[in-house]
């Protein structure tokens, strides 16, 4: 009788988790840069699209199989940190204060799924360096898919659209994240021709973005690049890319300055009142002098906030999506909500920071590589959270993947499963 | 010596033993106390109970080493008191003195109650180390503080420039923000004992089932 050693059940187990689960996170991430195209209108797409249906899949897949009990490999291994469950409790737990239950409800379903099945799907496809890597690629092909649809709908056919994306903030968000990954990804390659790919990706980024949010998320995400990668030519790299970036756009003009102006100035159009999303800003942290723990539910600020600006002027002119993450989370789930999102923050960006300064970039190169550009698309989502929101649906998945990413390379790399 | 330190030791025991019974007593207290507060008036309605006491069962099981689940049933019954801190934090109990009247918020006089159940417990010296699993939360904690507090100083600027906007309603967000966070520190350490978080859970189940059956 041959009898298997751990190491021999661990190793077919991985390539296993890789035949299975890397085409479906290879689906959930491409098809993230088409947003809900074709089918925007479509209630029932915005809900099941591919991304949210590959999340339930393997949810229901990796439940089914440890009910079978016929593997060794649990769900367990592969869920979050119980910082996100911890998230997801008070998020429950705040549905109990919500004027609208359907709303509510469906909004933490929607969040469970996705935060959870979103980092057991990406967990277990990126089960070795391999797979990481082809993860890396396909989200950099995602960016740059995206970036590539919102300058041809914008410049080339001389519309408003931004790509695939109906909101010039959603699509902020997930170029503000997925841009950083991809762009630190290929400039911290030794190869002249992923470093070009890099440079461009990261220039036509900025000439794409509408908006505030989406600038300082990718330059946020390049200067924390630049402060903590160890490799001294990838530092220079993002130097030279952020001029070139800079240069680029200053020759663009008015067509670029306007849409980030307009979004970036202080006053309304009427020229007397601050801008409203500023006024926003202040009656969510209003709400938390009453509210403080109970807040207004899960995705439910809209039935609350109004009773908040106390005089502050209500002007109705704050544009879909434009919202402050931060205080969204604050308001909606109260202080214990802000807290465990924070902590999931803090969990995942020091691993990150740990990773990047226990890295030997020269014995570890990819591993070097993979730790750069998940921390700086951290700090990306972190910054873009401030101008829009990581909880929308069709950005949640990005936000879900980078925090897998850091998951999956301390496990292979760190904890040394590879 | 050896029966002279043995007797000290046997002495040190008991005093731990009562000081950790009294301040257990104390934070049970506050707990009770606010809830039956809570029972009768609620300045923010609980449109469904039912959300808190399933969260509130679940507290009712001991985990025993499955140290994750330990650490969720302490989130959720952390956030179960804030709930009782936040609905006494709009009700005001007044105090006559001679001619005038002292006018405290009804979570002052719970929080006293956690506060002397906080210190008992730090006399005790029982009181396991925060693990690394917590280290972030608490950090957590200032992230949040210092992610409010910059908010608020942005639009402050802003705000006051534009419509002399105060920053009276602010004063009072970084009041309730403090109370919460003083809740937290003198009832974390609370909450590693299985048997705080049973009768605490029992404590909240009851006041749900309660408000179920009176809002019908």
């Given at each position: ?46 809900v ?12 229901v897949?990796q ?29 429950f ?20 799924i ?11 496809a ?15 092909v ?45 400039l911290?390659?030794?190869?002249t ?22 600038v ?94 106390y ?23 109260g ?13 995942y ?5 740990t ?24 700090f ?21 993947l ?9 496990k ?7 | ?6 007797i ?54 001991n ?15 952390l ?17 006559p ?12 006089w ?47 600027m ?8 105060g ?30 978080r ?19």
């Amino acid at each position: 009788m041959i009898l298997k050693s751990d190491a021999d059940i661990a190793d077919s187990q991985t390539i296993w988790h890789q035949r299975l689960y890397l085409p479906i996170a290879a689906i959930a991430i491409a098809a993230s840069a088409f947003h809900f195209w074709p089918f925007g209108n479509s209630r029932i797409w915005r809900v099941l699209n591919l991304p949210n249906l590959a999340c339930i899949g393997v949810l229901v897949v990796q439940i089914l199989i440890s009910i079978s009990k016929k593997t060794n490999s649990p769900i367990s291994s592969s869920l979050p940190h119980v910082s996100v469950f911890a998230y997801l409790a008070v998020n429950f737990l705040s549905i109990a204060f919500a004027a609208g239950l359907f709303r509510s409800v469906s909004f933490t379903i929607k969040l469970s799924i996705v935060l959870t099945g979103g980092c057991v799907l990406f967990s277990l496809a990126a089960a070795n360096e391999r797979s990481i890597k082809t993860i890396y690629y396909l989200a950099t092909v995602a960016a740059a898919t995206s970036v590539g649809a919102c300058l041809f709908r914008r410049f080339a056919q001389a519309t408003s659209s931004f790509g695939f994306f109906e909101s010039l903030y959603k699509y902020g968000s997930y170029i503000g994240i997925l841009v950083p990954l991809g762009g630190i990804y290929l400039l911290s390659s030794r190869k002249t021709v992923e470093i070009f790919l890099g440079m461009v990706l990261i220039v036509c980024a900025y000439l794409s973005s509408g908006s505030i949010g989406a600038v300082a998320a990718i330059t946020s995400g390049l200067l924390s690049a630049l402060i903590f990668n160890r490799k001294r030519t990838a530092k220079l790299l993002v130097v030279i890319s952020l001029a070139l970036s800079t240069a680029a756009l200053l020759a663009a003009g008015p067509a670029f300055f306007k849409n980030v102006w307009d979004d970036f100035k202080l006053l309304e159009t009427d020229g007397k009142n601050l801008r409203q999303r500023y006024i926003e800003w202040q009656a969510e942290i209003n709400l938390l002098e009453s509210r403080g723990i109970t807040g207004t539910g899960p995705g439910c600020i809209n039935d609350y906030r109004s009773n908040f600006y106390y005089r502050l002027p209500k002007l109705n002119t704050l544009e879909a999506f434009d919202q402050n993450g931060w205080l969204t989370v604050a308001a909606e789930t109260g202080i214990l909500g802000l807290i465990t999102f924070c902590w999931i923050i803090i969990h995942y960006g020091g691993t990150a920071v740990t990773m990047i300064f226990n890295i030997d970039p020269v014995r570890e190169p990819f591993a070097h590589r993979f730790a750069a550009a998940a921390m700086a698309a951290l700090f990306s989502a972190c910054t873009a959270n401030l101008f829009s929101s990581v909880h929308y649906n069709g950005v949640l998945i990005v936000f879900v993947l980078v925090l897998s990413l850091i998951s999956a390379v301390n496990k292979v790399y760190i904890k040394g499963y590879r | 010596m050896r029966k002279t330190v043995s007797i000290n030791d046997q002495r040190n025991g008991i005093t731990n033993t009562v000081l950790r019974s009294v301040g257990f007593t104390f934070n049970l207290m506050a707990v009770m106390v606010s809830s039956f507060a809570t029972f009768f008036t609620r300045p923010v309605p609980i449109e469904r109970p039912l959300i808190l006491l399933l969260g509130s069962f679940l507290c009712l099981f001991n985990f025993k080493k499955l140290w994750s689940l330990v650490l969720l049933q302490k989130i959720i019954l952390l956030y179960l008191i804030c709930i009782l801190f936040n609905q006494l934090l709009l009700l005001f109990v007044r105090i006559p003195l001679g001619q005038t009247c002292l006018t405290f918020p009804a979570s002052f006089w719970a929080l006293i109650l956690l506060l002397a159940g906080f210190v008992l417990i730090k006399a005790a010296k029982i009181d396991s180390p925060i693990t690394a699993r917590e280290r972030d939360l608490f950090i957590g904690w200032a992230a949040c503080f210092g992610l409010i507090v910059s908010h608020m100083m942005l639009l402050i600027m802003m705000l006051s420039k534009f419509y002399g906007y105060g920053y009276g309603h602010n004063l009072k967000v970084i009041k309730s923000l403090y109370l919460y966070f003083s809740v937290f520190i003198f009832s974390w350490s609370q909450l590693d004992s299985v048997h705080f978080r049973q009768i605490t859970a029992a404590v909240f189940a009851a006041l749900y089932i309660c408000l179920i059956i009176v809002k019908g």
